[in-house]
């Protein structure tokens, strides 16, 4: 199984300054098919999670601009350019790739 | 609007058998991916199960036996069979459109093994 890894694990953050989270995969995600399926979830507390970024650097319908996303082959990372309260959660990388498809373990981010 | 609404997840004694449904709108199973993911209590996700437009579908190996992914056109629902429950399958089951990433997700069922 290809396994994710999230830095930090826990990311205190302050309202209006940025914040980044990495993700190293164990394999390249590269598919045969040309795309790279790694995508960013956020799941605020006491609610499913929703995608925000996919295939590497994709916002999904709705995200805010202040979402971003970069990288290639193993190593990926999240940036939020300003963060907001409604930001608080974890956040999730995932590979779609190859199966079983497999998350990180999760980065909590929460305010100072 | 796209939804996606789980609903079968109760507790359940080890070894027992349950199934979970998840009801559709806004989209037609038969022309897209569904997938099930699970998250244990306080833990992290877990992809469980999809099936593809084309009626494929492939497992996580330790639900592999255990779990069937079956897809309902006419009621435009997809449903996980759990046979042989154990208490590792404890967790909230979303089920999500897409496959390579996850577009919506429902709001989860919870399933309980316990004795």
């Known amino acids: 199984d290809i396994v994710m890894t999230q830095t930090p694990l826990s990311s205190p953050a302050t309202l209006g300054q940025p914040a980044s989270i990495s993700c190293r995969s164990s394999q390249s995600l590269l598919h045969s098919d040309g795309n790279t399926y790694l995508n960013w979830l956020q799941q605020r507390p006491g609610q499913p999670p929703r995608v925000l970024i996919y295939k590497i650097s994709n916002r999904f319908s709705g995200v805010p601009d202040r979402f971003s996303g970069s990288g290639a082959g193993t190593d990926f990372t999240l940036k939020i350019s300003r963060v907001e309260a409604e930001d608080v959660g974890v956040y999730y990388c995932m590979q779609g790739t190859q199966f079983p498809h497999t998350f990180g373990q999760g980065t909590k981010l929460e305010i100072k | 609007e796209v939804q996606l609404v789980e609903s079968g997840g109760l507790l359940i004694q080890p070894g027992g058998s349950l199934r979970l449904s998840c009801a559709i709108s806004?989209?037609?199973?038969?022309?897209?991916?569904v997938t099930w993911v699970r998250q244990a209590p306080r833990k992290g996700l877990e992809w469980v199960s999809v099936i593809y437009r084309g009626g494929e579908t492939f497992y996580r190996d330790s639900v592999k036996g255990r779990f069937t992914i079956s897809r309902d056109n006419s009621k435009n629902t997809v449903d996980l069979q759990m046979n042989s429950l154990t208490a590792e399958d404890t967790a909230v089951y979303y089920c999500?459109?897409?496959?390579?990433?996850?577009?919506?997700w429902g709001q989860g069922t919870l399933v309980t093994v316990s004795a």
């Open positions: 806004g989209f037609s199973v038969g022309d897209s991916y």
């Open positions: 999500a459109r897409g496959s390579g990433w996850l577009e919506e």
